[in-house]
């Protein structure tokens, strides 16, 4: 079997250790069933490649391969796939369970892929696939918000405006004719956020609720928490009787639901991972959001929110970017490409 290239890592170290990560040559993995083998192109990292990082306590005999955005082109295809053939440009956020994207070559379910957006580079199309279905999937499928502009007017507080998943909520909810208070604390994320289409900036390192109720807002139709769940009783307090919470964040801490209760405001917990893990009927809906998600930004209405760029896609570059990651402080999306 012909090898690849590859990053991968056999137990936690702190990202800052030259040895978080090494460069290896696993073997090209075969395609069967609905799996389609991608060339990889460029890669981004989130936050999520990092907890499962550092949640790997013990020592692994085979690197583990991490890595979930990607871009890259369709290099071979099983024999139940009808999306896509050889050749065809792609991107997509894959499946925590499965082998990740930072290898040469990686086997996907053609369920979850999308058409790259033509008007993108590969870098610039990496940085969009897991924010945008967890954003989109956030707003559209968990909350009820109509994509189509049917909530024109109503309210959204994303909490983590600048984040990753944030730089392409306030988008969406742009489109959907939202008002977007977003959270911002410093100048440059306090002008990304508005750069992006939020109407209102608050810091979330100050009273949230004074600072939107100062900006007219007794409450808000819908809270989206997308950094931690710090921000919970904030999010209770603002949220409107009957509107709805989102959150993508798991926490240990305390979650008091007697005002939930009282309100009748419902609870949504985001997990993107969760179509794909479970083989749920409706994977292919992460498909037919990721090709709407490359026709809005090929029209012009979204923006990638890659904002860093590293080359080549290497242990000590995947290295660097967790590192970055783990400092808190990135706008929009930390983005590899490109192998030696």
Not at 34 to 56: G, S
Not at 121 to 146: H, K, Q, V, Y
Not at 296 to 320: C, F, Q, W, Y
């Amino acid at each position: 079997m012909p090898h690849m290239k590859a990053v991968g890592f056999t137990k936690a170290l702190p990202a800052s250790d030259p040895k978080a990560f090494m460069d290896f040559e696993p073997e090209q993995p075969t395609p069967e069933g609905h799996d389609m083998r991608i060339a990889v192109r460029a890669v981004a990292v989130n936050p999520v490649d990092t907890k499962l990082r550092r949640a790997q306590t013990e020592a692994l005999d085979t690197p583990r391969i991490l890595g979930f955005d990607a871009c890259g082109v369709v290099d071979a295809v099983g024999p139940d796939v009808t999306l896509f053939k050889a050749g065809d440009a792609v991107f997509y956020a894959g499946d925590s369970t499965r082998s990740g994207s930072n290898a040469q070559y990686q086997l996907v379910d053609e369920r979850i892929v999308g058409r790259k957006p033509a008007t993108l580079s590969n870098a610039e199309a990496a940085a969009l696939p897991l924010t945008s279905i967890t954003a989109w999937e956030s707003f559209f499928d968990r909350l009820g918000i109509d994509p189509d502009g049917a909530n024109t007017g109503e309210s959204i507080l994303i909490i983590g405006g600048a984040g990753g998943v944030g730089s392409v909520g306030i988008q969406l909810a742009k489109t959907a004719g939202l008002t977007i208070i977003a959270t911002a604390s410093r100048p440059e994320t306090v002008e990304w956020c508005k750069a992006l289409g939020a109407d209102y900036i608050i810091n979330h390192h100050e009273d949230m609720v004074a600072q939107t109720r100062s900006a007219g807002f007794d409450y808000v139709d819908h809270v989206a928490i997308f950094n931690d769940m710090r921000h919970w009783n904030t999010a209770v307090e603002l949220i409107r009787p009957q509107g709805g919470i989102v959150t993508i964040d798991a926490t240990d801490l305390p979650m008091d639901m007697a005002v939930m209760k009282t309100k009748a405001a419902s609870l949504h917990w985001e997990f993107m991972f969760a179509r794909p893990i479970h083989k749920t009927p409706d994977m292919v809906a992460q498909h037919k959001l990721l090709n709407r998600v490359a026709d809005m930004v090929d029209a012009g209405t979204l923006r990638t929110t890659a904002n860093h760029v590293l080359s080549p896609i290497s242990a000590e570059t995947i290295r660097k970017a967790h590192e970055m990651v783990e400092r808190g402080d990135v706008r929009g999306k930390i983005v590899i490409e490109g192998w030696d």
